[in-house]
């Protein structure tokens, strides 16, 4: 049986030499670049006995054995090839488990390691691990949905509580709370409750305000109201409520996972454990922005 190192820490004394360290790579879909990247990966740490899993669609580009992304919260560490697109689809399996996020998109303000850096970055937390401290990690917030007894996968960037469809036709009639105080009410193609993480993401084309990460706070943004009020920054531990009156409600977890409900329903928006943790360097956020432009 594999003995983790995060099984270990914190349990009873462990001698180095006998912790094992399990790192899952997930490479963005389709990218060759990415695939090779995680090959060398693989390679590097096969060659310093660390196990590693991929996923199903870099193991398949490698033909190696795969493992589901959301078996990869029982590794110690995740690294994520890839955009920001790629770091949340890592992210969302690695559930409490550290994430290294190795920057092959345009911006990355998720992934802070240089492609001919990876290596290095990857082995220094493996490092980590054996020297028995584990990496040092920063904190990102998830939200979650809930409604009518449903709860929503942990979204990292926004909620969208909203109409079936954008545009003509799609709007609905919200009332949007803000810890049971009203903020607005009208109609709208619906809501956004975004993490300082998800301000930069769909938050940021619906005109919302950016919001630095060392902020503890969330973003309430109107998608296209009829006569509504200006996007709204609220305490990280808030709770949002939408209620949509008629029509058809659907709920989003960051443009993945969609909920269909029946209406009248109340929706609740809110933090939720555990937060993203991100090992490796920290993005410069401002120079991050520069790329927006």
């Known amino acids: 049986m594999r003995v983790s190192s995060r099984a270990h820490r914190g349990l009873f004394p462990t001698p180095v030499e006998a912790v094992s360290v399990y790192v899952g790579i997930v490479a963005q879909r389709g990218n060759d670049r990415a695939a090779s990247l995680a090959a060398s990966l693989r390679e590097r740490l096969h060659a310093a006995s660390v196990e590693v899993a991929l996923d199903r669609a870099t193991a398949t580009t490698l033909d190696v ?10 590794t110690d560490l995740v690294v994520s090839v890839g955009g920001d697109g790629t770091f949340l689809y890592a992210a969302h ?5 550290p994430v290294l996020g190795v920057n092959l998109g345009e911006v990355g303000f998720l992934n802070a390691v240089d492609p001919a850096d990876a290596e290095t970055a990857v082995m220094r937390e493996v490092t980590a691990f054996r020297d028995g401290d584990g990496p040092a990690v920063r904190e990102v917030p998830r939200i979650a949905a809930s409604a009518d ?3 929503s ?3 990292i960037n926004e909620i969208v509580v909203g109409g079936p469809r954008r545009g003509h036709g799609g709007a609905v009639d919200v009332t949007v709370r803000v810890d049971g105080s009203v903020y607005t009410a009208g109609r709208a193609d619906g809501v956004l409750v975004a993490t300082p993480t998800g301000s930069t993401a769909y938050n940021l084309s619906e005109r919302g305000p950016l919001v630095h990460p060392a902020l503890d706070a969330l973003v309430v943004n109107e998608m296209a109201p009829t006569d509504g009020m200006p996007p709204l920054t609220i305490a990280a531990d808030a709770t949002v409520t939408v209620s949509v009156d008629s029509g058809e409600a659907v709920v989003v977890s960051d443009g993945r996972d969609e909920r269909h409900l029946d209406t009248p329903t109340e929706v609740c928006v809110a933090a939720t454990e555990p937060p993203v943790r991100i090992a490796g360097p920290t993005t410069d956020f401002f120079a991050a922005l520069e790329k927006l432009t």
């Open 149 to 151: 007894g449903w709860r």
């Open 153 to 155: 996968r942990p979204a």
């Open 65 to 74: 054995p795969a493992t589901p992304v959301d078996e990869f919260d029982a």
């Open 93 to 97: 399996g690695a559930d409490a488990t």
